[in-house]
């Protein structure tokens, strides 16, 4: 069995801020950093830390050697992922406020070059039973979902950022889609609690097992395995939430990969989720899995278990 993630890979510009830049408005930043990121590359690197062996697929432009070899050091096999001269690799630009939290204007760049062919290409090398894991920062990702799905590949689909382009895709052919409360209420236009929100979520991936994330509400899972509910931990301290989503997603598919149950790896997930936004940046700010198990005995400072 093999885990193909196929997506995008970013150079992140973070700008630490004191809010968020208003209209008109000219605002000097308290710093900048630059991170490897990108939804893709987030939650490869989610699921190698936790303990899959990962191959990417996605396009980087001129800019993006680093993020390969971020991949790489990680033991990521990246031998999927096509170099082009332009146009430059995918990018971010990311303001971090005093709260920890963002808000991200994407330039799709390198990640909106994959094609077809590319697709075709990839997946020539994956079977009946292999897993592809796909967000919403790449093109073609109608094609892809549908190629994969001919193919017997078991798809997860974490549909984020949410946009036109997403309603393109045959959502019945979705086996697992993790999203959060917002996400799944933009794509399904519910406006009532969270049963009602679940109950719209299946009927628009009428295959899916579904993992809702609820932020302070923690998690919960609905699909063959019933209906299961999972708190969430405690932050002392926010320092950035972004890639928090990304390693949630990760870990939880790694974990159910491991064959643990849908309550462990939803533990497991928002533990890990947890350890992320008490740290900059994001692929940066993805723990460690003896990390996570360190937190699962309460052995961290600054989050605590409920
Ligand atoms: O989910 C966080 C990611 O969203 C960042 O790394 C940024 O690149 C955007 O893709």
């Known amino acids: 069995m093999q885990v193909l993630s196929f997506g995008s890979l970013n150079l992140d510009y973070v700008y630490q801020v004191d809010h968020f830049v208003k209209k008109g408005e000219t605002l000097a930043s308290t710093g900048l950093q630059v991170f490897c990121g990108g ?50 690799s995918g990018s971010a630009i990311i303001q971090r406020d005093l709260q920890g939290d963002n808000c991200i204007i994407l330039y799709g760049g390198a990640n909106k070059a994959v094609d077809e062919a590319l697709v ?67 794509l399904t236009g519910c406006t009532g609690d969270v049963e009602e929100l679940l109950k719209r979520l299946c009927q628009v991936f009428p295959r899916a097992e579904i993992v809702l994330t609820l932020g302070e509400d923690g998690s919960m899972y609905h699909g063959n395995e019933g209906t299961i509910r999972e708190r969430a931990c405690r932050v002392h301290h926010v320092v950035d939430t972004t890639a928090a989503g990304d390693t949630f997603t990760g870990y939880y598919l790694a974990e159910r990969i491991h064959g643990r149950s849908v309550a462990e790896a939803l533990r497991t997930a928002s533990l890990a989720a947890s350890l992320a936004v008490t740290r900059k940046g994001a692929s940066a ?22």
């Open 39 to 88: 939804k893709g590359l987030n939650q490869s690197l989610a699921l190698q830390k936790a303990g899959i062996s990962v191959r990417h697929a996605g396009v980087i432009g001129p800019d993006g050697q680093i993020l390969v070899e971020m991949l790489e050091d990680a033991g990521v096999d990246c031998s999927l992922v096509q170099h082009v001269t332009e146009p430059r």
């Open 285 to 306: 700010s993805i723990p460690r899995w003896d990390e996570v198990q360190q937190l699962s005995l309460g052995l961290q400072e600054n989050v605590s278990i409920q």
């Open 120 to 186: 075709d290409r990839v997946l020539n090398e994956f079977h009946s039973g292999d897993y592809l894991l796909v967000q919403n920062e790449i093109s073609s990702l109608p094609y892809l979902v549908r190629r994969a799905h001919e193919r017997g590949m078991y798809i997860v689909l974490n549909p984020s950022p949410i946009n036109e382009n997403l309603f393109a895709v045959d959502f019945s052919m979705i086996d697992l889609i993790i999203l959060n409360e917002i996400e799944g209420k933009a």
